[in-house]
Every structure is written in structure tokens, then in C-alpha cells.
Nanobody
Framework: HVQLVESGGGSVQAGGSLRLSCSAS????????MGWFRQAPGKEREGVAA???????RYADSVKGRFTISQDNAKNTLYLQMDSLKPEDTAVHSC???????????????????WGQGTQVTVS
């Protein structure tokens, strides 16, 4: 049973920083993609950052230079360091993972893969 649990969300002022964590358990694939997504009220979900089992990363244009995705395989944890936060970053942020056949553009693809419940990030 695969489970992803996000933490680290909260409220910050514009220009501040947050670090999100995604703790994964029960996932046994040696190859995978993992990603962070966000969804603001009234907007579609968008991919923010992704990383694969080879360590390759990719970012949405809106967060390049501000966000950094990383993983600690020993802790089975995915991170998203968010710096220089803007009000438009306000959204529920979720993590997801999938084996390669369910990855598209480096991101886990719904409805396949495994998804966390999300954590709220509010920037004012």
C-alpha cells in the first residue's frame, strides 16, 4: 500500500520561504518520477516541479529560479524548497509518484500513480 504524506505548508509573507516535504511509504519501484503539483481555487492543477529516479529535474516556468526539488532516498522523502514566494503561489500543493509508464513530461500522470492529500500554502 503506497502512501504519500505532505507537510510543511503554511502562511508566509511575499518574499518568504517554505520547505514542503513528502514522505513516501510502500513504494517499491526502482524507477519512477515524482512531482509537486498545485491547485488554486478556480484554477486547473499544474505541475510545479518534478524529479526522476536518475535525479533529472524540471520546473514550471513560473517557479524556475525560485523553487528547488530534491529527494532523500534514505528517508524516502521528497522536498520542495520554495523561496521568494509570491501571492500567486497560493494553492494546495500535492506530491505524486508513478512508475515510468505512468509519467508524462517527467510528471506523474493522473489517474494513474499515487497522490498525497496536499498541504495549503498561502502567500500574502
Amino acid at each position: 500500500h503506497v502512501q504519500l504524506v505532505e507537510s510543511g505548508g503554511g502562511s508566509v509573507q511575499a518574499g518568504g520561504s517554505l520547505r514542503l516535504s513528502c514522505s513516501a511509504s510502500g513504494y517499491t519501484y526502482s524507477s519512477y518520477c515524482m512531482g509537486w503539483f498545485r491547485q488554486a481555487p478556480g484554477k486547473e492543477r499544474e505541475g510545479v516541479a518534478a524529479i526522476d529516479s536518475d535525479g533529472s529535474t524540471r520546473y514550471a516556468d513560473s517557479v524556475k529560479g525560485r523553487f528547488t526539488i530534491s529527494q532523500d532516498n534514505a528517508k524516502n522523502t521528497l522536498y520542495l524548497q520554495m523561496d521568494s514566494l509570491k501571492p500567486e503561489d497560493t494553492a494546495v500543493h500535492s506530491c505524486a509518484t508513478a512508475p515510468p509508464r505512468y509519467c508524462s513530461g517527467g510528471y506523474p500522470r493522473r489517474p494513474s500513480g499515487f497522490w498525497g492529500q496536499g498541504t495549503q500554502v498561502t502567500v500574502s
